[in-house]
């Protein structure tokens, strides 16, 4: 079955840590998108790239990397940098044409310990 | 800059109710809008997707509208269920950038 999947479900990042988070899509989308969700804040975009090798930063960028080597993954980077990390993230993707809905992956939850 | 608005924040209604659930954007040069449905601890999972040219989409009990030049679109939900219970999104995609959007309603369904 095509969907996209995200791995960890959970993930628990110490003080000072880097910590990566994975996306991967077998939906053959050209575009893919990081969305961080916190509660009363809606999902807000921190990354997104429309073709291979090529992404734009979002509205929340500092503190977090990505990159996109293959077009089924696009791996985001949280680093020690970004100092409220703790939030829900969502993975998504589309095809580049934008005129079919976005599918969603299930998202990370990560906790600073 | 694009603002999307959802209207009200939360919704409780008992079962068999018909309920609306309200979204406003501010720029009306949209591709499309699409409404989404969140349980909780769970990704996003799509209900209807509405091109900027259509005025209405109807999957089963949902029918979603819209009036672009009036930056305005509601979910209609009928005859609803305690499963119906989770948190609904609206997304405006347009150019320039991805999906924008708004905070969601969530809606409880009591038996």
């Known amino acids: 079955d095509g969907g996209i999947t995200q791995s960890p479900k959970y993930l628990f990042r110490k003080e000072g840590q880097n910590v990566t988070l994975s996306c991967e899509q077998n939906?053959?989308?050209?575009?893919m998108y990081w969305y961080r969700q916190d509660p009363g804040q809606g999902l807000r975009l921190i990354y997104y790239s429309q073709i291979v090798n090529d992404f734009q930063k979002g509205d929340i960028a500092e503190g977090y990397s990505v990159s996109r080597e293959k077009k089924e993954s696009f791996p985001l980077t949280v680093t020690s940098a970004q100092k409220n990390p703790t939030a829900f993230y969502l993975c998504?993707?589309?095809?580049?044409?934008?005129?079919?809905?976005?599918?969603f992956g299930q998202g990370t939850r990560l906790t600073v310990v | 800059k694009q603002e999307v608005t959802q209207i009200p924040a939360a919704l409780s209604v008992p079962e068999g109710e018909n309920l609306v659930l309200n979204c406003s954007f501010t720029?009306?040069?949209?591709?499309?809008l699409q409404w989404f449905r969140q349980d909780p601890g769970k990704g996003l999972t799509s209900l209807l997707l509405i091109q900027s040219s259509q005025r209405e989409q109807t999957s089963g009990r949902l029918n979603a509208s819209l009036d672009k030049s009036s930056g305005r679109s509601t979910l209609y939900i009928a005859a609803s269920q305690p499963g119906d219970s989770a948190t609904y999104l609206c997304?405006?995609?347009?150019?320039?950038?991805?999906?924008?959007f708004g905070k969601g309603t969530t809606l409880s369904v009591s038996s």
């Open positions: 998504a993707s589309t095809p580049v044409s934008r005129n079919t809905e976005a599918f």
């Open positions: 939906l053959n989308h050209d575009a």
């Open positions: 997304a405006v995609n347009q150019a320039g950038t991805a999906l924008i």
């Open positions: 720029d009306s040069a949209i591709y499309n």
